[in-house]
């Protein structure tokens, strides 16, 4: 009988000794698809190029601008040589396709900032006050707008009391705060008010005007005059009511109480920190980011409001933040949180149940309800479901971070898998022919929970769900998308096949779709017994040697579908 077959091709599981893997069980699985788990076949490379051209720096951020895009083309391609976030606008008749982004370095380069679709052009243009920073945006803003600073101040026309108090003139006591608004992208971004003026009397049906001079600076150096003006209030029964817009310094006063406008609207708003990282869009219009051992979140659907009060802080410094709709998961450098609420004024932290440090910002990503990221213990998945280290029935703690740099891990998720781009630490049996320093990816297939590596390098991705494709930054600074080039050559090397006994197997029979540039190699004992390149399905004599422990590696691009070995030609024959 025959005593070897293998008809099931999957991943690697290091954790393992060889001998003990199942049928499908590899040491060795570069550039392999297991997205069918059964037949050995290989994955496709990087397709060409998209932009015309290439980035002027390395990236660490990609992402893919605007919602009405047809084609794939250089258009709306934004790009940072940091680590940043974006997050569209979630905001009411957004003609502008307002964009938010925020630079996630230790020492941002730039605060958080905005643009809009009149501002992205194509990949080369560079982004004002983030020279040389990033690319895709000719032009972009801070987030939030500075309160003025200083009150204003009330003088009075006709002011002066009449000598006969039977008159009947009612006295009013009057306060008044102003606001600085900016109007860009179709929107008005309203600051927090300014100091209350000191109390002044007015004197009703007196004819009296109240001169309300404004204090303020005018204009950031951002806004041009054209995009600026200033709000009054006046306070009535302790409210703070709107009385006028001026674009000077100068405001009279002629409302009457009764014809005083909306409440002040701003009074806890806040420009957001301007260390703010991790930029993420939640539901309800509500955005997160953090610094520090803080979580911020915004006033529902004003992006550029960040209340102080909204603030929840937990035990750890975060390192990554992600949102699970109306959950966010916050991963500090000790174990992940979640924040959970539909409105930021009602906020509730929990801690997750597992006990794991996110190690590697750049690893945090989201699929189905679940984040991901990597621990030192390995990949992780987090969710209000339950939370567990997918990999460890895959690799031991020091086998993850033997081989791999895992502060290194750059994670995105696409087509149910899990792309880790990283840096090699060691080069173990892991690695096959890989030379060492080799940067590479590796793939976790969530359905099947199978583990292999790939070759394939990339600085930045972008998972666009429009195309339903994976697009990377290749070492050439071009944008290509995964899985549309040329097919990769694949090394697949099974599991230490033990016998009870020594034998001598005189054939083997390897079966594929077709037999172009297919290799293989042949170990008996751990030594390479022979090598050679399949040409057809006819059985492979081998030498005569006795050996309890037999293995198959196989190299190629074709679809390899069953292994035999057998100790006599009839038994493969009657297969």
């Excluded at 006969?164 to 006591?173: A, F, N, P, Q």
């Excluded at 957001?272 to 993420?280: H, N």
């Excluded at 590697?360 to 969710?383: H, I, N, Q």
Aim: aromatic share 12%; hydrophobic share 35%; net charge negative.
């Amino acid at each position: 009988m025959v005593a070897i077959r293998n008809s099931s091709f999957g991943g690697i599981r290091p954790k393992l000794n060889a001998r003990y893997l199942g049928e499908d069980g590899a040491q060795i699985a570069n550039n392999v698809d297991t997205t069918r788990q059964g037949a050995l076949t290989p994955l496709y490379g990087l397709g060409g190029n998209i932009l015309g051209g290439a980035f002027p720096f390395d990236p660490k951020t990609l992402f893919r601008y605007g919602i009405d895009y047809l084609v794939e083309d250089n258009k709306k391609w934004v790009a940072c040589k940091n680590d940043a976030s974006f997050a569209r606008g979630q905001i009411t008749g957004d003609d502008y396709e307002v964009l938010y982004f925020t630079d996630n370095s230790e020492s941002p380069s730039f605060p958080p900032m905005f643009t809009d679709k009149n501002q992205v052009g194509t990949y080369a243009q560079t982004a004002s006050r983030t020279a040389n920073t990033v690319c895709g945006i000719t032009n972009s803003f801070p987030l939030g707008v500075l309160a003025p600073t200083v009150a204003p101040t009330v003088s009075s026309i006709n002011n002066s009391p009449p000598e006969d108090i039977e008159t009947g003139l009612t006295i009013e006591y009057r306060t008044y705060v102003h606001t600085n608004v900016y109007k860009r992208s179709g929107r008005e971004m309203e600051s927090a008010p300014s100091p209350a003026s000191t109390v002044v009397k007015h004197y009703l049906d007196s004819g009296q005007v109240d001169t309300v001079t404004l204090l303020s600076t005018g204009p950031e150096e951002h806004m041009q005059s054209s995009e600026y003006e200033t709000r009054v209030y006046r306070a009535v029964a302790g409210t703070f009511l709107f009385a006028g817009t001026t674009t000077n310094s100068i405001f009279a006063d002629r409302t009457a109480a009764e014809n005083l406008g909306e409440p002040l609207p701003s009074l806890t708003w806040s420009p957001p920190d301007p260390k703010m990282k991790g930029l993420v869009n939640m539901a309800n219009g509500i955005m997160a980011g953090f610094n520090g051992r803080d979580v911020f979140f915004c006033e529902p659907y004003i992006p550029h409001a960040w209340p102080i009060n909204y603030t929840v802080t937990v035990d750890s410094p975060v390192v990554a933040i992600v949102s699970l709709d109306t959950t966010l998961v916050v991963l500090t450098n000790e174990r992940p949180y979640f924040v959970q609420g539909s409105d930021p004024s009602f906020m509730t932290v929990v801690e997750a149940d597992i006990a794991q440090a996110c190690i590697a910002p750049r690893s945090a990503t989201k699929l189905g309800g679940e984040c991901y990221f990597s621990s030192p213990d390995g990949l992780v998945t987090v969710s209000p479901r339950g939370s567990k280290i997918i990999t460890e029935n895959i690799f031991s703690y020091r086998q993850w971070n033997n081989y791999f740099e895992t502060d290194s891990i750059d994670g995105y998720v696409h087509d149910l898998k899990y792309y880790g781009f990283f840096k090699y630490k060691n080069t173990p049996a892991l690695t096959g022919t890989f030379p060492p320093d080799l940067n590479g990816v590796f793939i976790y297939d969530i359905p099947t929970r199978q583990f292999t590596m790939s070759t394939i390098t990339a600085t930045a991705g972008f998972a666009d769900l429009r195309f339903d494709k994976l697009y990377l930054i290749a070492n050439d600074k071009n944008v290509r998308a995964w899985g549309t080039g040329v097919i990769e050559q694949y090394t697949w090397r099974s599991k230490i096949f033990g016998m009870p006994s020594e034998v001598s197997f005189s054939c083997m029979q390897i079966e594929a779709e077709s037999y172009e540039n297919l290799t293989y190699k042949l170990y008996a004992d751990g030594l390479l017994l022979q090598e050679g390149t399949v040409l057809s399905r006819n059985m492979i004599r081998i030498k005569s040697v006795l050996a309890r422990d037999w293995e198959v590696q196989l190299q190629g691009k074709n679809e390899v579908f069953n292994i035999a070995l057998a100790q006599a030609g009839q038994e493969l024959a009657s297969k």
